[in-house]
């Protein structure tokens, strides 16, 4: 009796649903807020990286294997390629793994092989020494710019084309396909305009056959140095008096008409980084020829043959 009184005051507490009313809903509790994993920590060049068998492997020293390796092979060495690497290399470490456990390393065409290996390994490391701390002075890359000054030089320049059959440039909608010789006719034609004083690049936009450069008046853009065009039009372009119109030059294209408006040279200091990337393998190569011939080598002849030199 005593515990009917408190039930039947919390039931009339309860205020009785209206007629039609929806009944309310218990609140949901919010899910607790997941915790967030600990990032993963730091690796340091001591961290092991891979370990095959009893041997373990560091960050620092894997790392150190990839400097050694070709630029290109190095290169290769990201995303994928570096788990790629990875795995090559610990397919590898268990194969010698088990040739030194068979004592393979003992016979004596192995340990000609690994010798070899060895010679190798450390040739190419002299070498790469020796191009990293080769140094250049002021008066060696002035001869080289002197002697190659003609690698330098950079020709502005426009032209019009006029195509002939077979050239590779497409014909225009609703064009002739010309023969040769009617390919000369209109470019003797359109040269002779020109020297009467019409305006190149107007002549150009409405003549050429190369849409391109006829497009801004037959301009061919930047300077360009010398390897950039086909050689016949090299030579006449580097050969073309400043502001005049050159003869025609005929290439696989069709017939040019060149009107050369600045010849230059670079000048040294805005080629000095290039003279000394050009200079260093050769410098290298020197280097290696010295200790070459310091080597005293000799060579049968009756067993490998007269010298090709």
């Not at 000095?272 to 393998?281: F, L, S, T």
Request: hydrophobic letters at 40%; aromatic letters at 4%; charged letters at 25%.
């Amino acid at each position: 009796m005593m515990l009917a009184a408190p039930l039947a005051i919390l039931l009339c507490a309860q205020t009785p649903p209206k007629p039609g009313a929806t009944p309310p809903k218990l609140a949901t509790p919010a899910p607790a807020p997941k915790a967030e994993a600990p990032p993963p920590p730091a690796l340091t060049p001591d961290t092991v990286v891979m370990t095959v068998g009893e041997e373990k492997i560091t960050k620092a020293e894997f790392e150190a294997l990839l400097e050694g390796l070709p630029d290109t092979v190095r290169k290769s060495a990201v995303g994928p390629g570096l788990r790629k690497m990875a795995e090559d290399l610990a397919n590898l470490k268990a194969l010698a793994h088990e040739a030194k456990r068979r004592k393979l390393e003992q016979s004596a065409s192995a340990r000609q092989m690994i010798e070899l290996q060895q010679d190798q390994v450390l040739a190419n490391t002299l070498v790469k020494q020796l191009q990293a701390n080769m140094k250049t002075d002021d008066a060696s890359v002035k001869a080289w710019y002197d002697a190659h000054k003609s690698d330098y030089e950079q020709v502005k320049a426009s032209h019009i084309l006029i195509r002939y059959k077979g050239s590779p440039v497409p014909l225009k909608d609703g064009q002739k396909d010309l023969t040769e010789a009617e390919a000369l006719a209109k470019a003797q034609d359109v040269r002779k305009r020109l020297l009467a004083g019409e305006d190149f690049a107007t002549v150009a936009k409405a003549e050429s056959d190369d849409t391109g450069s006829g497009a801004n008046g037959g301009s061919l853009g930047p300077p360009f140095t010398k390897g950039r065009m086909v050689p016949a039009f090299e030579q006449a372009a580097f050969s073309q008096p400043v502001g005049q119109l050159g003869e025609l030059v005929k290439t696989q294209f069709g017939y040019h008409i060149i009107k050369v408006e600045e010849h230059s040279a670079k000048t040294l200091d805005e080629v000095r980084p290039q003279i000394e990337q050009q200079m260093k393998p050769q410098m290298t190569q020197k280097a290696v020829d010295e200790i070459r011939n310091g080597a005293q080598v000799v060579i049968n002849d009756q067993y490998f043959g007269p010298s090709a030199k």
